[in-house]
């Protein structure tokens, strides 16, 4: 399995009196840009999720969202999880995955798309999911990082806005799990990935 997980973009300051409720901050035009603009370096990366996870925050779902389209997710399909909350503790995201690919080869659940809070169909021959991208928060998503690569594990990553992470499980001849983290790219790093397209 492969996991990709990604912070949100900028959104609306907490103390903005515009918004009364932490959850109604959305992403600033300057975050939409950004966001666009680092999701850029993830088409070049030939990232190629089979599901989109995010936290129920409007900034979280604008983010993934934005995903969607620019990898031209298959129906621009984003399921939504509250495992993915910014107080939520790392282990109910990691049981949230473990569920979540469990069901993967039964009939699949209704979806979110994009602007539509109508549930499309679900997409046919899809019977596995082996590679997740998550939209998130600090400090939950450091937490999960922390927590997959070892239950003792200090949190030692501090994601950017729009910097992801990308961890992929193996299974040794005991079938035991473990994790590794692959890469973490700065929203930097992926808007300069991004401006390098043709």
Excluded at 120 to 133: C, I, M, N, Y
């Amino acid at each position: 399995m492969r996991l990709y997980l990604m912070r949100h973009g900028i959104a609306a300051e907490p103390d903005d009196p515009r918004y009364t409720k932490d959850d109604e901050r959305p992403l600033t035009p300057r975050g939409m840009r950004r966001t666009l603009r680092a999701v850029r370096g993830l088409v070049l990366l030939d990232i190629e999720p089979d599901l989109i996870l995010t936290s129920p925050l409007l900034r979280a779902r604008q983010t993934a969202e934005i995903v969607a389209r620019a990898l031209q997710f298959p129906d621009g399909r984003i399921e939504l999880t509250k495992s993915l909350l910014p107080e939520k503790r790392p282990k109910e995201f990691v049981e949230q995955l473990k569920t979540r690919e469990a069901q993967a080869k039964e009939p699949a659940t209704p979806s979110v798309r994009p602007g539509d809070a109508s549930s499309p169909a679900p997409e046919p021959g899809k019977t596995s999911v082996s590679h997740f991208l998550c939209v998130g928060h600090a400090p939950n998503l450091d937490l999960v990082i922390a927590a997959l690569i070892s239950p003792d594990q200090r949190p030692f990553t501090a994601l950017q806005k729009c910097a992801v992470a990308c961890l992929e499980r193996s299974t040794d001849e005991e079938n035991r799990e473990s994790w590794e983290l692959l890469w973490l790219l700065s929203p930097r790093q992926l808007r300069k990935i991004g401006s390098n397209e043709d």
